[in-house]
């Protein structure tokens, strides 16, 4: 029988990136589920396939009240919910950012407290953003430089609430930090780094740029690891293990230029790739090289490479772009809107 076998499982952000692809999957292992989001950045277009099997809050985690009620009666927390985007985004808002991660986080495990409920917080690699050994391992916590950046500060804020709230009041915890997600569900962004840097790079290939924008040198690496991947193995410790913390990720170290390369060839752009560089961000992260050891020792792997990974993002990215033209087509058309559209554009 499945471990989630009617399992009360709350997922907060469920309607987001990683969130919706948790909840399919949980729904699929048979767990209960509660969902918590503000739709500020997830869609309940997402969620639309579940409605009639999930219970859906539509709120805000800084409601205090709100979120002491949503945990009675749950036994396991992921908490996924966040101000969270590329890093453009990062510089844009980084106080918005930091007090309203931390406040969400306070109030979860205030609520914690009185439940009995195993609390699965999802970090970031970004708690790791001025880290100089690689490849990275859990233990690097421990010695490295804090962040810099709002984003990766509130992250690492969020790991120390877990492990104080345990020491003190017995909150069970675990702590899931994947690097660099991917995949279906995240669209390309308003602005240069709003979006990761995935999306961003398939919308401006398949939108037909020339050169190709990226941001700084393009040397910087990444180990980009699959949205299915990271929720894989979210449930696979959070089944396994508590009060630990486990890098999720892969170990294959690419380049943005080469990530670059692997969109311009399956996006099947003819011309030979040509760069134009812009100017990287004061906190852009030259290397993220997990050590992803401890969860493979547990007996987790990732499954999905990265071409294959690619392949499925890029054909979702296209299926979402001729939807939205299509339903641009589809608006009704009369002499007042068309005036109206011309004078706004004029």
Not at 189 to 199: K, L, S
Not at 285 to 293: A, G, K, L, T
Not at 294 to 314: A, C, F, Q, V
Not at 316 to 321: G, R, T
Request: with cysteine; net charge neutral.
């Amino acid at each position: 029988m499945s471990y989630w076998k009617d399992k009360e499982v709350l997922v907060t952000g469920g309607a987001g990136f990683i969130g919706h692809k948790l909840v399919a999957r949980l729904l699929d292992l048979g767990a209960n589920i509660s969902v918590l989001d503000d739709l500020s950045k997830g869609s309940r277009q997402n969620l639309a396939p579940y409605f009639d099997k999930i219970r859906f809050i539509q709120t805000d985690l800084l409601n205090s009240t709100v979120v002491k009620d949503s945990l009675k009666g749950c036994q396991v927390c992921f908490h996924l919910a966040a101000k969270i985007g590329g890093i453009g985004y990062f510089h844009k808002m980084p106080a918005t950012i930091l007090r309203d991660n931390s406040i969400m986080n306070f109030n979860l495990w205030d609520a914690a407290v009185e439940a009995d409920a195993k609390m699965v917080c999802l970090s970031s690699s970004m708690v790791f953003e001025r880290v100089t050994t690689f490849p990275t391992s859990e233990t690097a916590i421990e010695t490295s430089p804090p962040p810099k950046s709002g984003y990766g500060f509130s992250k690492l804020l969020s790991e120390y609430i877990a492990r104080t709230y345990y020491e003190e009041f017995g909150v069970k915890y675990l702590i899931a930090r994947p690097f660099n997600v991917y995949g279906e569900g995240e669209l390309p962004g308003e602005y240069v780094g709003y979006a990761h840097v995935i999306p961003d790079l398939i919308g401006k290939v398949l939108r037909g740029h020339y050169p190709l924008e990226i941001l700084g040198s393009g040397n910087q690496t990444r180990c980009y690891t699959y949205v299915d991947d990271v929720v894989d193995g979210m449930l696979f410790v959070a089944e396994r293990t508590e009060n630990d913390d486990f890098n999720i990720g892969t170990n294959a170290e690419t380049t943005v230029t080469e990530l670059a390369e692997r969109i311009w060839r399956l996006c099947k752009r003819k011309e030979s790739l040509k760069f134009k560089h812009m100017s990287s961000f004061k906190d852009d992260v030259q290397r993220r090289f997990p050590d992803v050891s401890k969860i493979i020792r547990l007996g987790w792997n990732p499954k999905t490479s990265l071409d294959e990974g690619l392949r499925k993002t890029i054909e979702w990215i296209k299926m979402q772009s001729k939807s939205c033209m299509q339903e641009v087509e589809e608006q009704p058309k009369s002499r007042s809107d068309g005036y109206e559209a011309n004078e706004a554009n004029g």
